[in-house]
């Protein structure tokens, strides 16, 4: 069974600041990893994915690693900014499945 | 594309009332699923389709949970009779395909009340 989690829980930085959210997963045999952001009552709106066969994805200021074989992903994100306060959630498609495993959630507050 | 959409919103009933939630998927979408989230579980699959077949519906808590897709553009989740644990925000989500290349996309949730 897949296990996702996802550290810290929550974090508060100051506006400006560059920060790294961590998700591990206990199977390192996936498909690909997905991260979504989540405001408040609100829906997944997904970020970026990561294939199985790939190392980074990028969009805006936005960085994703994926390392498979320690069972690992790290979403960096530079210059934050007070609009980037949200849930954010790894999710995990294990080879051979057609459904995701989500972790609980890292959620980011910046404060102006 | 206007994503997936999902109705209602909002949801408040009285225990041991019907609930349907309806899911609209992008067109062209073979994969359906329905989520759960709750506070304490965090999001959990309850049952999902392919080609307006279901899968997998081992996450479907119980029997009073009912999922259909009649169509590619259509499925339903009802909850008969409801009660107050099934509390919570139902996402539905839909994929193009199996590859790995594909990710999900989710709806904007119904968010059910059962007092």
């Known amino acids: 069974k897949q296990e996702v989690t996802q550290i810290p829980a929550a974090l508060s930085v100051p506006e400006g600041e560059n920060l790294v959210l961590n998700c591990s997963f206990t199977d390192s045999a996936i498909y690909n990893l997905q991260w979504f952001r989540q405001d408040p009552g609100k829906g997944l709106t997904s970020l970026l994915l990561i294939q199985s066969s790939q190392r980074e994805q990028t969009s805006g200021r936005l960085n994703a690693s994926l390392d498979k074989s320690s069972g690992r992903s790290t979403l960096y994100i530079a210059a934050s900014q007070p609009g980037d306060s949200a849930t954010y959630l790894c999710?995990?498609?294990?080879?051979?499945?057609?459904?995701?495993?989500f972790g609980k959630g890292t959620m980011l507050l910046v404060s102006p | 594309d206007a994503g997936v959409i999902q109705s209602p919103r909002h949801e408040v009933t009285e225990m041991g009332q019907e609930v349907t939630l309806r899911c609209k998927p992008i067109s062209g979408h073979d994969y359906l699923f329905w989520y759960r989230q709750t506070m304490m579980r965090g999001l959990e699959l309850l049952i999902y389709f392919n080609n307006n077949v279901p899968i997998d519906d081992s996450g479907m808590p119980e029997d009073r949970f009912s999922a259909k897709m009649p169509n590619a553009s259509f499925s339903t989740l009802k909850i008969q009779p409801s009660e107050p644990r099934d509390s919570a925000v139902y996402f539905c989500?839909?994929?193009?395909?199996?590859?790995?290349?594909?990710?999900?996309?989710f709806g904007s949730g119904t968010r059910l009340t059962v007092v």
């Open positions: 999710a995990v498609r294990r080879s051979g499945y057609s459904t995701l495993t």
């Open positions: 989500a839909s994929r193009p395909g199996q590859g790995f290349q594909y990710g999900y996309t």
